[in-house]
C-alpha cells in the first residue's frame, strides 16, 4: 500500500532532497542564490542580472538648501537695501552657509537677452559668507538680515567686486542663491527681484576736488578733527584696491601730510577719494571709468597712510595716473567742475 504524503508534505519534502543535492549538482534558484550571495556579503553591493552586476543602491543624493527670498526694503539715489531671508518651516534648512547676491542693470539685462554669465566682470557679485568668524549671515529657518547693495558694509564674511554707489533713479535687477556645505548643495537661483534707486532730482552733477572732500564731512561720523563744514556724504565707506575704509579714515587720508614722505600711494588714494565720492553724489563717471580701475588694481591689498603703512615709489605711470584722476576731480574732464572746487588744493 502506497503511504499518502500530502501536498504540503510533498513540497517540503522536496526543498529537502533539493537542499541535500551537492551544490555543484543541483539547480540553483533565485531565492538560493540570494540566500548564499547575502551570507557571503555579495547582496549587500550588488546582484547578478544576466552577466552584469548592477548596483543594490543609488548613492545617496544630498538635497539643496532652500533658496533664499528676496525683497527691496529702501532705495536711495545710491543704494539699494536688500532683505535676504530663510525659509521658515518644519523642514527648512535655513541659511547656514550664507548666500550670495548677483545684480546688473535692467538695461544690461535686456541688451544682454539675460543675464551675465557668472565669470563676466560685468556681473557685480557680492558673496556673504556665513560660515566665518562672528558672520551675521548665517541663518536660521526664518531669519533674515539687510544687506545695502551700493554702500555695502564689509563686514565679516563679505566680498564682492562691485563696492561703488549705484545710479540714480535707475533700475537694478537681483538675484541670489543660498551657499552649500557638507550638508547640503547650494540652492536654485531666486526669481528675479527688480527694484528702482532714488529718482536723481538734487543730484550733484559736477565734481569736487580731493581738498573739497577733506574739510566738507558728515559730523556724524565722529572723527577725531571736526569738518570745516558739516556736510552729507554719499556713503559711510569706501573702497580702495580690496580694503574697505570708514569715513573717518578716509577724511584721515584726505588730510594726510604729505610733506612726509614721497609716498605715491597716498596721492593715488586721495584722488581716487574724491572720484568714487563725486560720482556717488550724482557726477557722471564715464570719462574717469579706466583710471579708477587702475588705481584700485595698483593699490589693491595695500593699506593706505595713516591706516597702515602701504607704499608706493613715484614712477611716471603713477604720476599719469593721479594726474588722469585729477582731471576728472577738477573738472578738466567729464562734466566739470563745482564752483567749490575750482581752486587749486593746497598741497597738489
Known amino acids: 500500500m502506497k503511504e499518502f504524503i500530502s501536498t504540503t508534505d510533498q513540497s517540503e519534502t522536496a526543498a529537502l532532497t533539493e537542499e541535500s543535492r551537492p551544490l555543484r549538482s543541483r539547480k540553483l534558484s533565485r ?3 540570494l540566500r548564499i550571495a547575502s551570507a557571503a556579503g555579495l547582496g549587500i553591493g550588488a546582484v547578478v542580472v544576466g552577466r552584469n552586476l548592477t548596483p543594490a543602491r543609488a548613492a545617496v543624493k544630498r538635497a539643496k538648501v532652500n533658496t533664499p527670498i528676496l525683497s527691496c526694503v529702501q532705495v536711495a539715489q545710491g543704494y539699494v537695501e536688500i532683505e535676504v531671508c530663510a525659509s521658515a518651516g518644519p523642514d527648512a534648512t535655513g541659511l547656514p552657509a550664507g548666500f550670495s547676491l548677483q545684480s546688473m542693470t535692467q538695461g544690461e539685462l535686456i541688451a544682454n537677452g539675460g543675464w551675465y554669465e557668472s565669470d563676466d566682470p560685468r556681473l557685480c557679485k557680492a558673496s556673504f559668507s556665513g560660515e566665518a568668524f ?3 549671515y548665517d541663518l ?4 533674515c538680515v539687510t544687506v545695502r547693495m551700493g554702500d555695502l558694509l564689509l563686514d565679516n564674511g563679505v566680498s564682492t567686486n562691485c563696492s561703488d554707489a549705484l545710479m540714480c533713479d535707475t533700475t537694478y535687477v537681483f538675484r541670489a542663491f543660498g551657499h552649500g556645505n557638507s550638508v547640503f548643495n547650494r540652492s536654485d537661483f531666486t526669481t528675479d527681484v527688480f527694484c528702482t534707486t532714488a529718482p536723481c532730482d538734487g543730484r550733484v552733477i559736477c565734481t569736487s576736488p580731493w581738498c573739497f572732500w577733506a574739510g566738507h564731512f558728515p559730523a556724524s561720523a565722529g572723527c577725531s578733527t571736526p569738518p570745516v563744514v558739516d556736510y552729507p556724504w554719499p556713503v559711510t565707506s569706501l573702497t580702495l584696491g580690496s580694503i574697505n575704509y570708514s569715513i573717518c579714515e578716509l577724511v584721515s587720508i584726505l588730510n594726510s601730510n604729505l610733506f612726509s614722505t614721497p609716498n605715491a600711494l597716498i596721492l593715488i588714494a586721495r584722488e581716487l577719494i574724491a572720484v568714487k565720492l563725486n560720482i556717488a553724489r550724482g557726477a557722471d563717471g564715464s570719462a574717469v571709468t579706466q583710471a579708477k580701475s587702475d588705481a584700485d588694481a595698483v593699490i589693491g591689498s595695500l593699506v593706505v597712510p595713516p591706516v597702515g603703512d602701504g607704499f608706493i615709489a613715484q614712477t611716471s605711470s603713477t604720476a ?5 584722476l585729477g582731471d576728472y576731480n577738477y573738472g578738466r574732464t567729464g562734466p566739470g567742475a563745482c564752483p567749490d572746487g575750482a581752486a587749486q588744493c593746497d598741497l597738489d
Open 134 to 136: 562672528a558672520s551675521r
Open 320 to 324: 599719469a595716473l593721479i594726474e588722469s
Open 31 to 33: 531565492a538560493h542564490f
Open 140 to 143: 536660521t529657518p526664518g531669519e
